[in-house]
């Protein structure tokens, strides 16, 4: 477990798509990883995990609208993001090692975050 760069936020209209990606420095097929997101005056909150074996689980604010997936061979991870609501601004956060089950803890290992707004 190391570095972590997200990529592909940006400004969007409500009902929008988006595409985050999160390229580790180690192989994502060996861990947890999982998309994590924090809006302003907010604690940071479970998105999504994608699990080694592999399984997804959601947080019921975004299940049926985002997709969590991964490219082994690229080492990425992939957050779409569809029909996107003003309630989606944040700024998101690829974690590596997540905890497997609920409340699905965060390991220590961190991406710097992309930045998403959903305007009304």
């Known amino acids: 477990q190391g570095d972590l760069v997200e990529s592909g936020g940006g400004v969007v209209q409500a009902g929008g798509s988006l595409r985050l990606s999160c390229v580790a420095d180690?192989?994502?097929?060996?861990?947890?990883m999982a998309w994590f997101r924090q809006a302003p005056g907010k604690e940071r909150e479970f998105v999504a995990i994608?699990?080694?074996?592999?399984?997804?689980y959601y947080s019921d604010a975004v299940k049926d609208r985002f997709t969590i997936s991964k490219d082994n061979a690229k080492r990425t991870i992939y957050l779409q993001m569809n029909n996107l609501k003003p309630e989606d601004t944040a700024i998101y956060y690829c974690?590596?090692?997540?905890?497997?089950?609920?409340?699905?803890?965060?390991?220590?290992?961190w991406g710097q975050g992309t930045q998403v707004t959903v305007s009304s």
């Open positions: 974690n590596s090692g997540t905890g497997t089950a609920p409340p699905y803890a965060p390991s220590p290992y």
């Open positions: 180690h192989p994502v097929s060996n861990y947890n």
């Open positions: 994608i699990t080694w074996y592999p399984r997804t």
